[in-house]
């Protein structure tokens, strides 16, 4: 395992970079993680999944984004546009190590970042969500009622909401949970959509349950469908274990490990075990 700052422009970006082992590269794969918080509850997961990975065989590069983590600049400073490029980077970087097929592994608003920042790349990729949102809406609306969940109780929490929205529109970041979330990063999350790059590939699409009998929710039926379309080799399955980004304490889901490794080293064709 390698740590170092990748150079961008006037910064740098905190990285870490798993080679792979066993002689020869099966695959080349770049982790994006998810939104404020989440991130860090992901860490330890991300960081198990990597070693995984690295010890069959394939190269991981795990990033932290503009503002994020130990990377240069303040969460404040980021746009969406901005870490689309970090994406674009990392995988521009790590296809220097090698040949092999090329993964994007996106959690949560992860997924969308790495299915923008395909459509920048001259190259077909390949697609390893974990618990994907098909759209950003619905996360910046969970991220802006963190500020309005104190005025619940009062009935101001319309009012708090309908504040933030009129200050981003007027491009004035707002400050909530400890991050200032800018009028550009609000704009691109909102508009994010989980789309298929026009080169298509192979997606891999795991979701978490802790109900041993779950199933895809029906608002992942119109992306995966939509991704199928456009020609990419689509395989989804629900996976026995916690939410861990968004647990109380740091959790671990090791089936999701497992079925990680194995959706990735199964031809695309075959139904994988649930």
């Known amino acids: ?17 798993h080679p792979a082992q066993g002689g020869t590269t099966r695959g ?24 995984t990975l690295a010890a069959q065989g394939y190269a991981v590069l795990q990033l932290d984004l503009l503002g994020c983590g130990d990377s240069s600049g303040d969460f404040g400073d980021a746009s969406w546009q901005a870490w689309v490029d970090d ?29 923008q920042a395909a459509t920048q790349m001259d190259e077909r990729c390949n697609f390893l969500f974990w ?5 950003g809406k619905p996360l910046l609306q969970q991220f802006l009622r963190l500020k309005a969940a104190g005025d619940l109780a009062s009935g ?5 909401m309908d504040g933030l929205r009129t200050q981003l529109a007027a491009g ?42 779950a199933s895809l929710s029906p608002a992942t039926a119109k992306p995966l469908q939509a991704w199928q379309a456009a020609g990419f080799a689509v395989r989804s399955r629900v996976v026995m274990g916690p939410a861990f980004w968004q647990t109380s ?8 490990l497992t079925a990680t490794l194995a959706a990735l080293e199964a031809p695309p064709s075959t139904t994988l075990p649930t």
């Open 1 to 17: 395992m390698d740590a170092f700052f990748l150079p961008v422009g006037s910064g740098q970006r905190f990285a870490i970079f």
């Open 28 to 51: 080349l794969v770049a982790y994006v993680h998810p939104f404020a918080e989440e991130m860090n509850k992901s860490r330890r997961m991300a960081a198990l999944q990597a070693k």
């Open 87 to 115: 994406v674009v980077l990392a995988c521009q970087w790590l296809r220097r190590q090698g040949d092999a097929p090329l993964w994007l592994w996106g959690l949560r608003a992860g997924c969308l970042l790495a299915a």
């Open 131 to 135: 618990a994907p949102t098909p759209a």
């Open 156 to 160: 101001n929490a319309k009012a708090v």
């Open 172 to 213: 004035t970041p707002v400050d909530i949970a400890g991050y200032r979330l800018s009028a550009a990063l609000a704009s691109g999350l909102e508009q994010a959509a989980l789309a298929a790059p026009a080169a298509a590939g192979r997606l891999e699409w795991l979701d978490l349950s802790t109900q041993a009998d």
């Open 249 to 256: 304490e740091i959790e671990e889901a090791p089936a999701l």
